[in-house]
């Protein structure tokens, strides 16, 4: 009657490990989901900052350019030469960092996505690993309790 107490017992113990580990493998798994979707959305609000950034930028430069011209305009000569060389500068430059700003954002966004992409390699890993913790659970269960039936002998 112990046997088949403790038989029983170990099938128990070996399928509620099992329960347990598949329980923790999907927790994991959607762990990594959450912390990878994360990433997602803060990629998405830096984003929008590095758009800020760059409508900043460029309302800026029209307003020197305004200035620019508004200043060659009060000093009476035409807009040729180094007055004009000097606008075409500030339109170069301008598109030049706006050019650096999207650049900065283009590898925020691959960072971000490899970072995510890791994340949820990392946690499908772990949920195997769980799985397969969970199997062993089991399969140390029903050895036990072949054991302890004593059917080995």
């Known amino acids: 009657m112990a046997d088949a107490v403790a ?10 490990g099992f329960k347990g ?5 999907k927790n994991a798994e959607a762990v990594a989901e959450y912390n990878a979707q994360v990433e997602k959305n803060e990629l998405v609000l830096r984003q929008r900052e590095k758009a800020n950034q760059d409508a900043r930028l ?3 430069s029209d307003r020197l350019a305004g200035t620019q011209r508004v200043a ?17 500068d500030t339109y ?7 050019l650096r700003i999207q650049y900065s954002s283009d590898i925020d966004q ?14 499908k890993a772990r ?3 769980l799985r ?20 080995g002998e």
């Open 7 to 16: 038989a029983g017992a170990s099938v128990v113990s070996g399928i509620m």
């Open 21 to 25: 580990n598949m329980a923790a493998a």
């Open 58 to 60: 460029r309302q800026q």
């Open 72 to 88: 060659t305009a009060k000093s009476g000569i035409q807009m040729s030469g180094s007055a004009l060389q000097a606008l075409a």
């Open 92 to 98: 170069f430059n301008t598109e030049i960092d706006a």
């Open 110 to 123: 691959t960072r971000t996505e490899a970072s995510a992409a890791l994340t949820r390699a990392e946690g």
């Open 127 to 129: 949920g195997s690993a």
């Open 132 to 151: 397969t913790k969970a199997y062993q659970s089991l399969l140390e269960g029903g050895s036990q309790a072949y054991s302890a039936g004593g059917f």
